[in-house]
């Protein structure tokens, strides 16, 4: 029994011994009891009235039971047992007087009542087993988690985007490229950590990026970033890694964005955070990041941070998924739970989003329709 099903039955149990107290009101005795050839009265031979069966029963749950806690309530019954043996009544039946009466039960009654008792148990156990079915297809229909940039593709976009980005013209240097100049700064370290024409080095490729990073260039402060998350050239460090991404995400990088969204998603390097994850992930999003389109839509699936809307993640799902399987995969599932009405509706939904910087004004309308 886990702790869940312990705290279950133990909420449960004094409920039972509730409707226990009205069916004795009503029908003098208790199925179960009824069954084992036994009746509680008062010692004259009179019913107890609904009072006072009610009070009896809480003697049980707390004397008898000792409030239903598994393992531990067996030894209350231990004791009760010990003193019917001896001829002496349960300690919650001494007090007000009450008799316990008993006949004897023929092999009819025991195998009733042995019957009930084993079907109360399969339907137990049906129940259970009903219920991690249910709870097994929900995880299997839902979408995955979020997920970061991986190595590999932190490492495409870098050789994508890396030589082509441009450090602000503020910081940029008038002189001919050299040490000093953020974009030779940034492709130093670039040599050193793929090893192109140099040794590899990490660490050599970290000294490097933090130059281009102190001069404002986006792209190095994000690479740094990821740096310190992975402790690759330096100690790992997720507060350093959130402050360089921070740097990166504020000049609008899409991949910085996301994955700041990433640490707030998390809690790490910073305090948890639902709204943030979300805010960053749409400002990747509205970019046309396809991982932060799908870590968009997992929020919106799992209402974390945004409204929960299935049309909505439907529709982010659908912008990504032909850039990124995670959201393809996705998409499929959580079509399987939707009506033929809302998937036209995400579709439109999707449509809308995917026309030219219409993105958030798409998805606003939407939301506040």
Do not use: C
């Amino acid at each position: 029994m886990n702790s869940v099903n312990m705290m279950l039955f133990m909420i449960a149990l004094p409920i039972a011994l509730i409707f226990d107290a009205f069916i004795y009101r009503f029908f003098g005795n208790t199925p179960g009891k009824a069954l084992l050839g036994l009746k509680v009265t008062e010692s004259n031979g009179d019913n107890l009235s609904l009072d006072d069966y009610f009070q009896r029963n809480m003697g049980v749950w707390v004397r008898g039971l000792w409030f239903g806690i598994p393992l531990i309530s067996f030894i209350p019954m231990l004791i009760q047992s010990h003193r019917l043996h001896n001829g002496q009544s349960a300690s919650y039946d001494t007090k007000e007087n009450y008799l316990v009466s008993g006949k004897p039960v023929g092999w009819g009654q025991g195998l009733l009542f042995t019957t009930l008792f084993v079907l109360v148990l399969f339907a137990n156990w049906a129940l259970n087993t009903y219920g991690t079915l249910l709870l097994e297809k929900e995880r299997a229909s839902a979408p995955t988690t979020q997920r970061g940039l991986s190595p590999e593709e932190l490492q495409k976009l870098s050789d994508e985007i890396g030589s082509l980005y441009e450090a602000p013209s503020a910081k940029q240097s008038t002189s001919t490229p050299g040490p000093t100049d953020a974009n030779e700064q940034f492709e130093m370290s670039r040599r050193y950590y793929e090893g192109d024409g140099v040794p590899q080095d990490d660490a050599q490729a970290a000294a490097w990026l933090r130059k281009a990073a102190e001069q404002g260039y986006a792209m190095a402060q994000f690479n740094l970033g990821i740096m310190y998350a992975n402790g690759q050239g330096v100690p790992q460090d997720d507060a350093q890694a959130v402050a360089w991404l921070r740097k990166a995400a504020e000049q609008g990088l899409a991949m910085a964005q996301n994955s700041l969204g990433f640490k707030y998603d998390k809690g790490q390097g910073v305090s948890q955070d639902d709204a943030q994850a979300a805010a960053w992930y749409r400002k990747a999003a509205e970019q046309g990041g396809a991982i932060a389109q799908y870590n968009l839509g997992f929020m919106y699936y799992s209402g974390r941070g945004v409204p929960q809307s299935n049309i909505v993640a439907y529709a982010l799902f659908r912008l990504a998924a032909s850039q990124d399987a995670d959201a393809a995969t996705a998409l499929e599932k959580l079509a399987s739970s939707m009506t033929a009405q809302d998937i036209a509706k995400a579709q439109n939904l999707a449509r809308d989003m995917a026309k030219p910087g219409n993105f958030g004004r798409a998805l606003d309308k939407y939301l506040t329709r």
